[in-house]
């Protein structure tokens, strides 16, 4: 059976979906951080593959802008659970109740 | 002669600036100064008047002079200017407005000496002699209504001027209240008129109902003219809307006299001369008109034999003699209505001022059965009341005469009956003025010591447009001679090019010295009954038909019964149900809903950040769901 | 079954275990090291898609640089001690059920779509001298507002990662 759109469709999917459990079961706010990441990738799987498919570069660019925008929004999510740490001692998410009051 | 037609502009400007004179600096101005400047204001505006009406007397005035200032509605095919017209009968009315409102100021400067209000007093004075004058000169109907308003609005502001007191504020809305009925009436006839005719302008108005007002249909005009004729019962106290006009004695007594006598309640009289070409189109509302007004002189003279307040006499009276004037407008009388508007004014306001000057001097007492006696004391009161007494009550040769004569010869013309009626209210006239003058002038003082101690004639400021007013009552009738006794009756003359007659009938000479010893005879036998009849002084509970008329024919509870309470009745009901229940049912209902709402939704948000992104993934399955299974 | 197909199932594999393991594993440490594994395989596709500068872009900036920031904090923080609190059984059951859902109702609309093969011949257009061009011409204003971003990036995360002055009177309002 030669590879597809439909194999990476699939599996584009399946990565996005681990990623999506992971964020529900978690309390971990690195590990939910990790798994966003892990989405991410999924998509830029996907763009890759259709980029081949229509010999198109546009999307190995967006792939490129997309590992941009993660990088800055690593640096900047890091710093803020650096600084959640540091003030509760925890990345627990759930201790983060706030928006309730 | 300069021409001052065209600086007619100047006649309500006066009192304009006198108003925002007195009106914005009411805290600072001292009270002589307020008294000199709206009296000053008034006396300016008479000059410009004298001025205008030599002009349009002299034989070089043809047309009537229409002055536009601006346009005050320029829509589409409506155009309204805001413009004067001056002509034989807007001249004549500004002389009796100005000179009669001279009289008042300069009476009033000395009669509100000592109310702390006195310079909002003239502020509003002089703001009601400038909507008065507006509503004379305006050139079309709607500017008429500005002056038609504000007048009304004066008049309220008026008669609650002592605020304070609880039933002059109820009285005050009374009255706006009752004017506003009318108001309505005048307001939709304006608008049936712009609808029919597309004009406003008496002279494109008038030009085109000369022209095609044969071919109208009749209901037309008949409605308009009906419509009118509301308004005018309303501004003129007739019936069924009368009754605020003897409230009205709330206010100071100088503005009853100018506002609830002389002027204001002229209007309605004005206006249907104003219109009378109209009027002479429908001669139904012609009949309705007189006989709505001699229902009206003969009710309110009824009523004014028994009361006691020496202002509600008078009030009584001026309801009377509007219904006169009324009267003679429905004959088709048009002169001689505004000919008894010219003299009423004079002997009214003399007995108004008069009636103020012996209230003033009684200390606020105005229980005629409290006085007695006054004329020793009062000399120049007493003898100017004296003369306002004749003048009404149709002594020979007096003002009141010549134009109550001139009424009822021409309703005798129209029918027997009519004149017959109003010989009989002429005669109530007669009883219950002399009754008054009795009462209040001659035998012997029944009021307090302290009173009688306080009793003194009143200064000059007041005593003398008593006397110029006096004078006038007496001269005042020469202007309109009848027939039978000179070649030229010069005030039909004078407003001849303006205002004709309508359905004239010529009596023969005979015929009219006998109808003027009928009526002259008729009521000197009432005065004389009159001086019997109190003679005595005694004031016994009344009984029987005296009950009745002390109690205003109970008028005043009939509609409270039938129109006051019902509504009353109906607003508790709309109030408690429509309002309370249903209303704010709904308003409060949907605020209830969104509360419980809130508190179940509230759960929801337990603000822990992992639940959020668990609904998000929800939401995000129903959507993809939707997308894909059903939006094809 | 060519080569292709064989690196192809190999590499998927690889990416869905490594990627379960990321979610599973109850040491941070370990779930840093799988996805690290992940991203390796991810790049072993595009190496099959030919887009090499992309898979070598992953690793430096993903694996290499982002990575090892994340290892980085959860040493600084201590957290490589499996002290997480765990969700109860139910809720993640229900993030199980979720996400498992998601993924059949998507698998389900995209049965319909259209299946392209993929031309295992290599192409040029993932070549860094082709992406250069066209990065430079076409995507050159958001090429150079990335930069900026990366800039505001970089101060926010100083900013907010700054020690703040706290005067001694407010500490104990903050929890």
Same mark, same amino acid.
């Given at each position: 059976?030669?590879?597809?759109?439909?194999?990476?469709l699939?599996?584009?999917l399946?990565?996005?979906?681990?990623?999506?459990?992971?964020?529900?079961?978690?309390r971990?706010?690195?590990?939910?951080?990790?798994?966003?990441?892990?989405?991410l990738?999924?998509?830029?799987?996907?763009?890759?593959?259709?980029?081949?498919?229509?010999?198109?570069?546009?999307?190995?660019?967006? +792939?490129?802008?997309?590992?941009?925008v993660?990088?800055?929004?690593v640096? +900047?999510?890091?710093?803020?659970?650096?600084?959640?740490?540091r003030?509760?001692?925890?990345?627990?998410?759930n201790?983060?109740?706030?928006?309730?009051? | 002669?300069?021409?001052f037609? *065209?600086?007619?502009y100047?006649?309500?400007?006066?009192?304009?600036?006198?108003?925002?004179?007195?009106?914005? $600096?009411?805290?600072?101005?001292?009270?002589?100064?307020?008294?000199?400047?709206?009296?000053?204001?008034? $006396?300016?505006?008479?000059? #410009?008047?004298?001025?205008?009406?030599?002009?349009?007397?002299?034989?070089?005035?043809?047309?009537?002079?229409?002055?536009?200032? /601006?346009?005050?509605?320029?829509?589409?095919?409506?155009?309204?200017?805001?413009?004067?017209? #001056?002509?034989?009968?807007s001249?004549?009315?500004?002389?009796i407005i100005t000179?009669v409102?001279?009289?008042?100021?300069v009476?009033? @400067?000395?009669?509100?000496?000592?109310? =702390?209000?006195?310079?909002?007093?003239?502020?509003y004075?002089?703001?009601?002699?400038?909507?008065?004058?507006?509503?004379?000169?305006?050139?079309?109907?709607?500017?008429?209504?500005?002056g038609?308003?504000?007048?009304?609005?004066?008049?309220?502001?008026?008669?609650?001027?002592?605020?304070?007191?609880?039933?002059?504020?109820?009285?005050?809305?009374?009255a706006?209240?009752m004017?506003?009925?009318?108001?309505?009436?005048?307001?939709?006839?304006?608008?049936l008129?712009?609808?029919?005719?597309?004009?406003l302008?008496?002279?494109?108005f008038? !030009?085109?109902?000369?022209?095609?007002?044969?071919s109208?249909?009749?209901?037309?005009?008949?409605?308009?003219?009906?419509?009118?004729?509301?308004? &005018?019962?309303?501004?003129?106290?007739?019936?069924?809307?009368?009754?605020?006009?003897?409230?009205?004695?709330?206010?100071?007594?100088?503005v009853s006299?100018l506002?609830? @006598? @002389? !002027?204001?309640?002229t209007?309605?009289?004005?206006?249907?001369?104003?219109?009378? #070409?109209?009027?002479?189109?429908?001669?139904?509302?012609?009949?309705?008109?007189?006989?709505?007004?001699?229902?009206t002189?003969?009710?309110?003279?009824?009523?004014?034999?028994?009361?006691?307040?020496?202002?509600?006499v008078?009030?009584?009276?001026?309801?009377s003699?509007?219904?006169?004037?009324?009267?003679?407008?429905?004959v088709?009388a048009?002169?001689?209505?505004?000919?008894?508007?010219?003299t009423?004014?004079?002997?009214k306001?003399?007995?108004?001022?008069?009636?103020?000057?012996?209230?003033?001097?009684?200390?606020?007492?105005?229980?005629?059965?409290?006085?007695?006696?006054?004329?020793?004391?009062?000399?120049?009161?007493?003898?100017?009341?004296?003369?306002?007494?004749? @003048?009404?009550?149709?002594?020979?040769?007096?003002s009141?005469?010549?134009?109550?004569?001139?009424?009822?010869?021409?309703?005798?013309?129209?029918?027997?009956?009519?004149?017959?009626?109003?010989?009989?209210?002429?005669?109530?006239?007669?009883?219950?003025?002399?009754?008054?003058?009795?009462?209040?002038?001659?035998?012997?003082?029944?009021? !307090?010591?302290?009173?009688?101690?306080?009793?003194?004639?009143?200064p000059?400021?007041?005593?003398?447009?008593?006397?110029?007013?006096?004078?006038?009552?007496?001269?005042?009738?020469?202007?309109?001679?009848?027939?039978?006794?000179?070649?030229?009756?010069?005030?039909?003359?004078?407003?001849?090019?303006v205002?004709?007659?309508?359905?004239?009938?010529?009596?023969s000479?005979?015929t =009219?010295?006998?109808?003027?010893?009928?009526?002259t005879?008729?009521?000197?036998?009432?005065?004389?009954?009159?001086?019997? &009849?109190?003679?005595?002084?005694?004031f016994?509970?009344?009984?029987?038909?005296?009950?009745?008329?002390?109690?205003?024919?109970? #008028?005043?509870?009939?509609?409270?019964?039938?129109?006051?309470r019902?509504?009353?009745?109906l607003?508790g009901?709309?109030d408690? /149900?429509?309002?309370?229940?249903?209303?704010?049912?709904?308003?409060?209902?949907v605020?209830?809903?969104?509360?419980?709402?809130?508190?179940?939704?509230?759960?929801? *948000?337990?603000?822990?950040?992992? /639940?959020y992104?668990f609904?998000?993934?929800?939401?995000?399955?129903?959507?993809?769901?939707?997308?894909?299974?059903?939006?094809? | 079954?060519?080569?292709?197909?064989?690196?192809?199932? %190999?590499?998927s594999?690889?990416?869905?275990?490594?990627?379960?393991?990321?979610?599973?594993?109850?040491?941070?440490?370990n779930?840093?090291m799988?996805?690290?594994?992940? %991203?390796?395989?991810?790049?072993?596709?595009?190496?099959?898609?030919?887009?090499? %500068?992309?898979?070598?872009?992953?690793?430096?900036?993903?694996?290499?640089?982002i990575?090892?920031?994340?290892? %980085?904090?959860?040493?600084?923080?201590?957290?490589?001690?499996?002290?997480?609190?765990?969700?109860?059984?139910?809720?993640q059951?229900?993030?199980?059920?979720?996400?498992?859902?998601?993924?059949?109702?998507?698998?389900?609309?995209?049965?319909?779509?259209?299946?392209?093969?993929?031309?295992?011949?290599?192409?040029?257009?993932?070549?860094?001298?082709n992406?250069g061009?066209?990065?430079?011409?076409?995507?050159?204003?958001?090429?150079?507002?990335?930069?900026?971003?990366?800039?505001?990036?970089?101060i926010?995360?100083?900013?907010?990662g700054?020690?703040?002055?706290?005067?001694?009177?407010?500490?104990?309002?903050?929890?």
């Open positions: 059976m030669p590879v597809s759109s439909t194999h990476y699939f599996l584009s399946l990565l996005f979906s681990i990623g999506i459990m992971g964020t529900l079961m978690r971990n706010a690195i590990i939910i951080f990790m798994c966003i990441e892990l989405m990738n999924a998509v830029n799987l996907l763009l890759v593959a259709f980029s081949k498919i229509y010999s198109d570069a546009d999307a190995q660019l967006f +792939v490129f802008f997309i590992m941009v993660a990088a800055a929004e640096a +900047v999510g890091l710093a803020v659970i650096v600084m959640m740490y003030k509760v001692h925890s990345v627990d998410i201790i983060l109740n706030r928006l309730k009051h | 002669m300069g021409n037609s *065209q600086l007619v100047l006649v309500p400007l006066f009192p304009l600036i006198g108003f925002l004179i007195n009106g914005l $600096l009411w805290n600072k101005m001292p009270k002589s100064l307020a008294g000199i400047i709206g009296s000053a204001a008034i $006396l300016a505006s008479f000059c #410009v008047s004298m001025g205008i009406f030599f002009e349009v007397k002299s034989a070089s005035f043809h047309e009537p002079v229409i002055v536009n200032l /601006f346009d005050f509605i320029q829509s589409g095919k409506l155009h309204i200017p805001l413009a004067f017209q #001056v002509d034989q009968l001249s004549l009315f500004l002389l000179g409102g001279f009289l008042i100021h009476y009033s @400067a000395s009669y509100m000496s000592h109310d =702390e209000g006195m310079v909002k007093y003239f502020a004075l002089n703001l009601f002699v400038f909507s008065m004058l507006l509503l004379i000169l305006g050139a079309n109907y709607l500017v008429m209504f500005i038609w308003e504000g007048v009304g609005l004066c008049s309220y502001l008026l008669i609650g001027f002592w605020f304070k007191k609880r039933e002059y504020t109820n009285a005050a809305k009374k706006f209240v004017n506003r009925i009318g108001d309505l009436g005048f307001l939709v006839g304006m608008l008129v712009l609808y029919n005719f597309g004009t302008s008496y002279k494109e008038f !030009t085109t109902l000369s022209a095609t007002g044969a109208m249909p009749p209901a037309t005009i008949t409605a308009i003219t009906i419509c009118f004729f509301i308004g &005018a019962t309303g501004k003129s106290a007739q019936i069924p809307l009368y009754t605020w006009l003897p409230d009205a004695m709330a206010g100071p007594t100088p006299a506002i609830h @006598a @002389a !002027t204001m309640v209007a309605g009289i004005y206006m249907i001369a104003r219109s009378h #070409v109209l009027y002479s189109l429908a001669p139904f509302t012609l009949n309705i008109v007189a006989i709505v007004g001699l229902a002189a003969l009710l309110a003279a009824s009523i004014a034999i028994r009361q006691n307040d020496i202002k509600k008078l009030a009584y009276s001026t309801v003699q509007l219904g006169f004037m009324f009267l003679a407008l429905g088709g048009y002169t001689t209505a505004v000919f008894h508007v010219m009423h004014a004079f002997f306001a003399l007995m108004f001022l008069g009636s103020g000057s012996v209230i003033h001097a009684m200390g606020g007492e105005q229980d005629i059965r409290k006085m007695g006696g006054l004329g020793k004391k009062m000399k120049i009161t007493s003898v100017t009341f004296l003369i306002g007494c004749l @003048a009404i009550s149709g002594f020979p040769l007096l009141g005469f010549f134009s109550k004569d001139a009424i009822l010869t021409a309703a005798f013309a129209h029918n027997p009956v009519l004149f017959g009626l109003g010989v009989l209210a002429a005669m109530m006239t007669a009883f219950y003025m002399f009754r008054l003058y009795f009462l209040t002038f001659t035998g012997t003082f029944r009021g !307090t010591h302290d009173q009688e101690h306080h009793l003194h004639e009143s000059i400021a007041m005593t003398g447009p008593l006397m110029i007013l006096a004078i006038l009552s007496i001269i005042g009738g020469y202007v309109g001679l009848p027939e039978v006794m000179s070649e030229h009756n010069l005030f039909n003359e004078y407003l001849a090019p205002v004709k007659n309508f359905g004239e009938h010529h009596l000479a005979a =009219e010295w006998m109808l003027m010893g009928i009526s005879g008729a009521s000197l036998i009432m005065i004389g009954f009159a001086y019997s &009849a109190t003679k005595s002084a005694a016994p509970e009344s009984t029987g038909i005296a009950k009745v008329l002390e109690n205003k024919w109970y #008028v005043d509870e009939l509609y409270d019964t039938i129109i006051v019902p509504i009353e009745a607003s009901v709309l408690r /149900f429509v309002e309370k229940m249903g209303i704010d049912g709904i308003v409060n209902g605020g209830k809903t969104v509360k419980w709402g809130g508190d179940r939704l509230r759960m929801l *948000q337990t603000g822990q950040v992992g /639940f992104i609904i998000m993934v929800i939401g995000m399955l129903a959507l993809f769901t939707l997308s894909f299974f059903w939006i094809k | 079954m060519d080569i292709y197909s064989i690196l192809f199932w %190999f590499l594999a690889m990416a869905v275990g490594c990627a379960l393991g990321v979610i599973l594993s109850r040491n941070p440490v779930s840093v799988f996805l690290i594994l992940t %991203f390796f395989a991810i790049s072993g596709h595009y190496i099959l898609m030919n887009a090499q %500068f992309l898979a070598v872009v992953n690793i430096i900036v993903y694996a290499g640089a990575m090892v920031l994340f290892l %980085f904090v959860i040493m600084l923080m201590n957290l490589n001690a499996d002290v997480e609190p765990q969700k109860g059984m139910m809720i059951l229900a993030g199980v059920i979720s996400g498992g859902t998601l993924f059949l109702v998507v698998l389900m609309g995209l049965t319909t779509a259209k299946s392209e093969l993929i031309d295992p011949r290599s192409s040029d257009i993932g070549l860094i001298s992406l061009k066209v990065l430079f011409t076409r995507y050159v204003l958001p090429f150079e507002i990335s930069s900026v971003l990366f800039l505001s990036a970089m926010g995360a100083v900013v907010i700054k020690k703040e002055n706290i005067p001694a009177s407010d500490k104990t309002e903050i929890v």
